[in-house]
Antibody, heavy 119, light 108 residues
């Protein structure tokens, strides 16, 4: 079964750093792109960026460029989303999502990682 | 970037009814690369339709997508109780990929 398993919920303080993960299984991890999608409380979906784990080719939405870092470790079939300095406005659910191509639809979603940033 | 506008924002209907949800794009969607997702509370979105009209695996045939260029629709031919959810359109033809703001389908 194709799955994206995300890391657990996080509660962090403003200014702290954070890295959340997404592990793929049931398919050849390096043949697909992994994207990240934000959903703020009660709001819609925001596409953040995407990575091709085979060569770490990474693309960001202009809204998120410089705000987060997307990376991957193909040796352990895992993609990451990282913040250097969290803000309260980063409080959201973050989904990882599989795409066959960089400009493609999402066919498999992770269950999401809830990130709460509060002092 | 392409802005997707979904209408209406909320729709109140009864099981058994037919519904059409709309998604308008601020510019032409390349190659009709438009998808529809369903999201229920507390769950991740689920792919229903891709490439404007192709049904994803396992999606009931009461769901259908149509449209081209800048105007797209998702039709549910006969609402089942499990169809009440939020629906998002999504264009992936031009970077950056964008989503509509969603249409909430609620039980009347």
């Amino acid at each position: 079964e194709v799955q994206l398993v995300q890391s657990g919920p996080e509660v962090q303080k403003p200014g702290e750093s954070l890295k959340i993960s997404c592990k793929g299984s049931g398919y050849i991890f390096t043949n697909y792109w992994i994207g990240w999608v934000r959903q703020m409380p009660g709001k819609g979906l925001d596409w953040m960026g995407i990575i091709y784990p085979s060569d770490s080719d990474t693309r960001y939405s202009p809204s998120f460029q410089g705000q987060v870092t997307i990376s991957a470790d193909k040796s352990i079939n895992t993609a990451y989303l990282q913040w250097r300095s969290l803000k309260a406005s980063d409080t959201a659910m973050y989904y990882c999502a599989r795409q066959e191509v960089a400009l493609g639809h999402v066919d498999v979603w992770g269950k999401g990682t809830r990130v709460t940033v509060s002092s | 970037e392409i802005v997707l506008t979904q209408s209406p924002a909320t729709l109140s209907l009864s099981p058994g009814e037919r519904v059409t949800l709309s998604c308008g794009a601020s510019q032409r969607v390349s190659s009709n690369y438009l998808a529809w997702y369903q999201q229920k509370p507390g769950l991740a979105p689920r792919l229903l339709i891709y490439d404007a009209s192709s049904r994803a695996a396992g999606v009931p045939d009461r769901f259908s997508g149509s449209g081209s260029g800048t105007d797209f629709t998702l039709t549910i031919s006969r609402l089942e109780p499990e169809d009440f959810a939020v629906y998002y359109c999504h264009q992936y033809g031009i970077s950056p990929i964008t989503f509509g703001q969603g249409t909430r389908l609620e039980i009347k």
